[in-house]
């Protein structure tokens, strides 16, 4: 499992080593910045502007992961945090941590890490469409972050700019949930979570947008 935190000086990737869910909040353990201490990290922090997200976890693949009451973590190491040997275990796996600049939909880990990252783009916006060549991207504004999709091999779209933005009012629905499935050598992305085919897509009237290959990537916005 590996995170993007976002911190007041920027951001940075990491590694995930547990999750521990409390009442109100949860948190993250990830290494700080310089990689040298192991730290918690809130999922969310209230500022003046509102609800700000601070663990964004793209990759949610997990070996030798456990649930253990309400916390989740590697095996070996809930229970264990505060042990020498355990930090530098920490240590070697966050040295294998390698990070792309875009990731591609090939498989159901991709979508899930692209729908974690996201939060499955609920209250994203279309914010720019435009075309490189024979290459369509679509810029969606998310959660304090921006999503970059980029369609290569017969891109096809419904959508527009706006669309999903709040303030336009009834004129584009709203963005609750994203769905992605392959199909006679397609990757199509849609709004509704029970799309899984093309067949689905056309008869629940889906946004959608498809092409042979789709990669994505994103940036953390400032929200205070």
């Known amino acids: 499992m590996i995170a993007r935190i976002r911190t007041k000086d920027g951001c940075y990737d990491s590694a995930v080593f547990a999750i521990y869910d409390h009442k109100n909040y949860a948190e993250a353990l990830v290494f700080d910045r310089e990689g040298i ?45 505060g042990d020498a040997e355990i930090l530098e275990r920490c240590k070697e796996i966050q040295a294998h941590v390698c990070v ?7 498989n159901k880990d991709d979508v899930e890490g692209l729908i974690s ?41 419904n959508l527009c700019e706006g669309y999903g933005h709040m303030s336009i009012g009834d004129e584009y629905p709203l963005i609750f949930e994203t769905s992605v499935f392959f199909e006679d050598g397609k ?22 947008f498809l092409a042979e290959k789709i990669r994505w990537k994103f940036t953390l916005t400032a929200t205070d």
């Open 117 to 157: 990252a996201t939060m499955g783009l609920h209250d994203a916006y279309v914010k720019k469409i435009y075309k490189r060549g024979e290459k369509l991207y679509l810029r969606f504004a998310a959660w304090s972050c921006e999503v970059l999709f980029e369609l290569t091999g017969s891109p096809e779209t």
């Open 37 to 81: 201490a192991l730290k918690r990290e809130r999922f969310t922090s209230h500022t003046h502007h509102g609800i700000r997200i601070n663990v964004f976890i793209f990759d949610t693949r997990t070996e030798n992961w456990i649930k253990k009451g309400k916390n989740e973590g590697y095996d070996w190491l809930l229970g264990h945090e």
């Open 100 to 106: 792309p600049e875009w990731f591609e939909l090939k």
């Open 187 to 208: 990757v199509c992305w849609t709004d509704y979570e029970d799309a899984h085919s093309f067949a689905d897509r056309d008869t629940y009237e889906c946004a959608y």
